[in-house]
């Protein structure tokens, strides 16, 4: 039993051997009575409490569970089977009251102005009224409480500053004044209300009395750093721009790693638009570690949001980064603060390096490793991009994200059985349709791909022998295709392959048109999407709409594809606009369309072979 508790069970001890030492000596007297139960001078346990006393007994049980037992729950028990025998009984209500002000405010006031109108002139019960009061928002009520506690209370303070808050609130700040200027008199400078004193004066327009009131702190107390900032702040207020930097300046003098300090005199200089005073500052802040890391990383974020000031100002602000990274080296908000200003300055080895340093972090974030395959991806370094594909693989082995990074890599290397296996892994990790749906779109497109170089008539180069007909991986592309579509029907870029290899084959057109007509609905302006749907127009005999959809593709497209302007040359071909074609054909032939293609379509346009179609050289 700690040192403070016997003390309080010795006065406890000592406040019940007072209240039942008249019940002992009646013990002592019936005790002949009871000489057939009891034996003289022994301790009589069937005391009879008298009525009136009953409730002071449970009162003093409660005090000894709360304060020699720390039993706040049983003292809670006490204190209300005490208002059970007594409801008026004042100090059972002031402890309930205490006890319940927090949850249930409304029930504490009760109990608390039951126990006020008791004792009017108790300032524990007062007080306890007044707090409850506040805590349910009866302003003008506490007011008057408090009031009354200025008076009865004269030595607490306190009292004088809840007054001024409520003559305040009620928007009458030169009597919150006045209060305040009594409560000088009567304590002196207290710094809590000068400080109060001085806004309400500020926001009165009284800058002299306020500058008088900061000075007059900062003379009783002239080291005190927080006395001196205050002192700035006010000057500040009052225009005194010149004053203020003074005073910010000095208390940077007494501890120059003052967060408090540095935070004023940095929006100092943000407020006078030195922006090189300001940054350097935040530096120092930065590196103070009683400066929440949430507010320099808030901050962080609103200094780089504006692009052209984060552009202006990119090193001063990368040293906040930096800063950061020093001190918080394994806070994954600061990785990625750091590495995202590396990527937006352009440093991508920096970048690059900062990320790797990172991926053996436990435990392993995806994000890391997505990071350093985009930016190998970017930078051309293709063997790093495998590499780092097939770690992040084996690293999170039950996530689909790098299997299907895998399968595209392997398609771009040309191991398109490998792609397609990769992609049939991928579909085990997940359960969303909309996802798995995605999925089989790839493996289409990747049997599509297939079919194709069968089809080609250029040495395979890869290393990758193909093992299927190009027939037969049609027919499984097509069947890819039909799966994606019954698990996600609104996948856009599945609807125009689809259409566009259906009309390559001049099959299903009718199909393909509606296919390509609702992915353009879906995604809008999509040059790819609008060529589908132009060349479906064309092959359907739509000339006309052909050409406007087209035209439309054309000025949209920023993919620099030969095939767009190809084809737009064969729907001017067959309107007649034979000169308009040849310059749309030539423009492919510039963008890397095959020679031989182009030659035969312009000397159809110019010589009309005999029995050559302009049909029959698109199937060529």
């Not at 002000?101 to 009017?120: G, H, I, V």
């Not at 997505?370 to 097939?390: K, P, R």
């Not at 990758?464 to 994606?484: I, P, V, W």
């Not at 071909?573 to 369309?593: D, I, N, P, Q, S």
């Amino acid at each position: 039993m700690t040192a403070s508790r016997i003390y309080r069970a010795l006065v406890l001890t000592t406040l019940v051997a007072i209240l039942l030492g008249g019940f002992m000596a009646r013990a002592t007297v019936v005790s002949r009575a009871w000489g057939e139960r009891v034996v003289q001078d022994t301790i009589i346990r069937e005391l009879v409490v008298p009525d009136s006393l009953r409730a002071l007994y449970k009162y003093t049980d409660a005090l000894r569970a709360a304060t020699i037992h720390s039993d706040t729950a049983e003292a809670m028990r006490l204190y209300r089977e005490a208002l059970s025998i007594d409801g008026d009984y004042a100090p059972a209500l002031y402890q309930v009251a205490q006890q319940t002000l927090r949850t249930q405010p409304q029930q504490a006031m009760e109990y608390a102005r039951k126990a006020y109108e008791s004792d009017t002139t108790n300032r524990w019960y007062a007080t306890a009224y007044g707090q409850s009061l506040l805590i349910n928002n009866k302003g003008d009520e506490a007011l008057d409480i408090y009031r009354r506690l200025m008076r009865i209370d004269k030595q607490n303070p306190d009292h004088y500053r809840i007054v001024a808050i409520l003559y305040q609130q009620r928007q009458q700040p030169y009597t919150a004044i006045s209060v305040l200027d009594s409560a000088d008199m009567r304590f002196g400078t207290i710094p809590l209300l000068a400080n109060m004193k001085r806004s309400l004066l500020i926001s009165t327009g009284q800058m002299d009395r306020a500058i008088n009131e900061a000075e007059q702190i900062v003379d009783a107390a002239p080291y005190e750093q927080s006395n001196i900032i205050t002192l700035g702040d006010t000057y500040l207020a009052a225009g005194k721009d010149s004053l203020a930097g003074v005073s910010y300046r000095r208390a940077l003098e007494i501890d120059s790693t003052s967060v408090q300090a540095l935070g004023a005199y940095a929006d100092y200089c943000s407020g006078r638009n030195d922006m090189r005073s300001y940054l350097s500052t935040l530096r120092l802040l930065y590196a103070q570690p009683e400066f929440p890391l949430d507010r320099k990383l808030e901050l962080f974020d609103r200094l780089t949001a504006d692009r052209k000031f984060y552009g202006e100002h990119y090193f001063a602000i990368g040293a906040l980064a930096s800063t950061m990274a020093l001190h918080y080296p394994s806070d994954k908000r600061v990785i990625d603060a750091y590495g995202d200003h590396l990527i937006a300055g352009g440093e991508l080895d920096a970048a690059l390096h900062h990320f790797k340093l990172h991926l053996e972090d436990e435990p392993p974030q995806l994000d890391y490793y997505m990071a350093v395959i985009d930016m190998e991806e970017y930078l051309g370094h293709a063997d790093s991009v495998d590499y780092y594909v097939q770690r992040a693989v084996e690293r999170f082995p039950g996530d689909h994200t790098f299997t299907i990074r895998k399968a595209n890599r392997q398609y771009v290397r040309g191991d398109l059985h490998g792609s397609i296996e990769s992609f049939e892994q991928a579909l085990e990790m997940v359960q969303s349709d909309s996802l798995r749906g995605q999925i089989w779109g790839y493996i289409g497109d990747t049997y599509n791909a297939i079919k194709e170089r069968v089809e080609s008539e250029k040495i395979d180069t890869t290393g990758y022998k193909m093992r299927l007909s190009a027939k037969k991986a049609q027919k499984k592309c097509f069947q890819a295709y039909e799966r994606a579509l019954a698990l996600y029907a609104d996948n856009a870029m599945v609807l125009n392959n689809y259409a566009y290899f259906l009309s390559v084959k001049g099959e299903q057109l009718e199909r393909a048109r509606t296919m390509s007509e609702r992915a353009i609905k879906l995604e809008h302006n999509n040059a790819t999407y609008l060529d589908t749907y132009a060349w479906i127009l064309y092959k359907t005999g739509n000339y006309n709409d052909a050409r406007t959809y087209m035209r439309q593709a054309l000025s949209l497209d920023r993919t620099g594809s030969a095939e767009l302007p190809l084809h737009y040359g064969d729907i001017l071909f067959v309107l007649g606009e034979k000169f308009m074609a040849e310059t749309y054909w030539r423009k492919a032939l510039e963008m890397g369309a095959d020679i031989k293609r182009i030659e035969r379509r312009i000397t159809l346009g110019k010589d009309a072979e005999a029995g050559v179609r302009i049909e029959d050289i698109i199937k060529e």
